[in-house]
């Protein structure tokens, strides 16, 4: 329930955890887990045409998934057993994405010419494409 992608997050304060509710910090984190499973909800279902995301999304797919699938896999293997593993993914991917962008762009302007160009606003296009019509295809 907590390893979905992407996450929507609302935080709620709940109630305070006394001293005296938990002997030690795995009943700590016992209390902590139940509430917040206790105040998750599924998203609403979203509304729209998804079917003008389905020519860039499946590019978004095909040119960046494997991309994020190698440092989803590479943090799941380096923060296993922890609870740093969204941390860990959102850090890779702000570091490399940029990076990873610039260079296909400036790969297809040395093959394609000016017209490589148009990758840079593009590929970013296509994997936000590729998010919102998952969204629309998981939400119940």
């Not at 400036?106 to 093959?111: H, M, Q």
């Not at 990758?119 to 494409?129: G, R, Y």
């Amino acid at each position: 329930c907590f390893t979905a992608v992407p996450k929507h997050i609302e935080v709620v304060c709940g109630e305070q955890i006394k001293k005296g509710d938990a002997e030690n910090v795995r009943e700590v984190n016992d209390i902590l887990y139940n509430r917040l499973e206790a105040g998750m909800h599924k998203a609403a279902a979203r509304k729209g045409h998804s079917i003008l995301l389905v020519f860039p999304a499946l590019i978004g797919y095909i040119t960046q998934r494997w991309f994020y699938v190698m440092w989803r896999n590479f943090a799941k293997k380096k923060t296993r057993n922890t609870v740093f593993y969204d941390s860990v993914v959102f850090c890779l991917l702000m570091l490399t994405y940029p990076v990873f962008v610039l260079a296909v762009t400036l790969l297809l302007v040395l093959i394609a010419g000016p017209w490589g160009w148009l990758a840079f606003p593009l590929l970013p296009f296509t994997a936000w494409a590729y998010k919102e019509y998952r969204l629309f295809h998981t939400a119940e």
